[in-house]
């Protein structure tokens, strides 16, 4: 018998997703939202949790476990174009969790959800082995502005915002200085792109969109199997974290496969028509949003890197739950608790 290690996160959502009753009013599994038909807006929701083996490395702190655990919900919310309304917290915590511990982690939680515009309305708190964090967020946006990962067209712009490897430039100097607080901040802190979002969406210039949690490559791959197309990315054209050009002289790492498949950068992929770019670009600029185009829609149905005048397939080495990952930010960390 199969086990999840052999087929992945996404095979087995795809195999829940088979089983489920489709509801006529909604978009639904496949998306960074569930999108609930209100009339003339979409009532978005999304989930998502994290646990001490998966996401929390030794150095996170319980406010920043809080603060992440609303920025990577909100980070969905960003990625339809929406506003948010709230987010529920629910704690599974072992017994001899401190009461320190569960204020600074309600603390962040807090902290994240107040500086991007909302607040936490709720939740749940449960006796578990190990630590376990769940967040559920709500937002709204009008249906003529929600941001689908469908409509992908041969011919589009592939374009993200911000800079890709924050995160792993985050990980890697907590390696070389647990204290390390310049990079860090990007990897236990992230701040969901809700202001983009909202700009992308009322510029009704993009064609599709998804945040980038789980690295560049896994995020093409799966815009790829919603729009069966292919795409042909800029290497030289990728914005790089400014982390990340020391760490191969310092470690020997290639920060161009870290920008690509490290994940953890909460920013957002989209495609949009070259016609649009310009203007796109100068209203997030206008904003503060570095706003860069890193290659091409095409027909052929591959991801390819081209680097000057080579081209090569662009493999798939993101993240993805029950599988192996190439990153060792994924492994197991025990523990953290009794730090606090």
Avoid at 240 to 251: D, E, F, I, R, V
Avoid at 290 to 310: A, D, H, N, P, Y
Wanted: positive net charge; aromatic residues 6%; hydrophobic residues 35%.
């Amino acid at each position: 018998m199969k086990q999840l290690a052999d087929i992945g996160e996404r095979a087995a959502i795809r195999r829940i997703q088979a089983l489920l009753t489709k509801g006529k009013q909604t978009r639904g599994i496949g998306d960074d939202c569930a999108a609930i038909d209100l009339g003339n807006t979409y009532l978005l929701v999304t989930t998502d949790m994290i646990s001490q083996q998966t996401h929390i490395p030794p150095q996170m702190t319980p406010y920043q476990m809080g603060w992440f655990l609303v920025a990577i919900n909100l980070s969905d919310i960003a990625a339809k174009g929406g506003t948010p309304l709230g987010v529920l917290c629910s704690y599974g915590l072992p017994k001899e969790t401190s009461t320190m511990f569960l204020t600074q982690l309600a603390k962040g939680a807090n902290a994240c959800a107040v500086r991007f515009g909302t607040t936490v309305v709720g939740g749940d708190t449960k006796e578990t082995t190990e630590i376990t964090l769940c967040g559920t967020a709500f937002g709204t946006v009008d249906k003529d502005e929600f941001l689908s990962r469908d409509g992908a067209r041969p011919g589009d712009v592939v374009a993200v915002t911000g800079r890709l490897g924050n995160a792993g430039a985050g990980y890697y100097a907590l390696q070389r200085s647990p204290r390390e607080k310049k990079y860090s901040k990007a990897l236990l802190e992230p701040h969901p792109r809700l202001t983009a979002g909202r700009l992308l969406a009322q510029l009704h210039s993009v064609t599709s969109c998804m945040d980038l949690s789980d690295g560049l490559s896994a995020s093409l791959y799966q815009l790829q199997e919603r729009n069966t197309v292919g795409f042909e990315i800029d290497k030289d054209a990728l914005p790089l974290a400014s982390g990340l050009p020391q760490l191969h002289t310092t470690l020997g790492i290639d920060p161009y496969s870290v920008a690509l498949h490290f994940g953890g950068d909460y920013e957002l992929l989209v495609t949009l028509p070259p016609k649009r770019v310009e203007k796109t670009k100068k209203t997030l600029q206008q904003h503060g949003i570095l706003f860069t185009s890193i290659g091409r829609v095409t027909q052929k149905k591959k991801i390819l890197l081209r680097e000057k005048t080579r081209k090569k397939i662009l493999s798939n080495k993101g993240y993805e739950h029950f599988k192996t990952h190439n990153f060792s930010h994924h492994k197991q960390v025990r523990a953290v608790q009794q730090r606090f």
